[in-house]
């Protein structure tokens, strides 16, 4: 399987402007959810491992008191790829239909 080239910043900033759930910092997409239960929190970790595999993604998650974190870029390449918007899209889709009552 080739790995996908970066991404160029046109590219980022565009997407980011569609998808006000993330932001950018020192080059990782970023998402940060707040649940109103710790359960929630972790069905959401759960939920997006099937997507993470799917894609040979391996995203950095961090799980905390009634929230959780994704920090996305492609390790490979040391920045962010179409692989990283896909991931996002992907985990948005699933907050969205499984967990949108469930955040705050």
Excluded: C
């Excluded at 069905?43 to 099937?50: E, K, L, M, N, R």
Aim: charged share 25%; aromatic share 8%.
């Amino acid at each position: 399987m080739s790995r996908p080239v970066r991404l160029a910043p046109e590219e980022v900033e565009a997407w980011l402007a569609e998808h006000p759930a993330w932001s950018l910092h020192d080059g990782h997409l970023i998402r940060a959810l707040a649940t109103r239960d710790d359960e929630s929190a972790l069905g959401i970790v759960v939920a997006q491992a099937p997507l993470a595999a799917s894609l040979d993604h391996h995203p950095i998650v961090t799980l905390g008191y009634r929230s959780v974190r994704f920090e996305l870029w492609t390790h490979d390449r040391d920045a962010l790829t179409r692989l990283d918007l896909e991931f996002a899209q992907g985990l948005d889709e699933i907050v969205r239909e499984r967990y949108a009552a469930f955040l705050v």
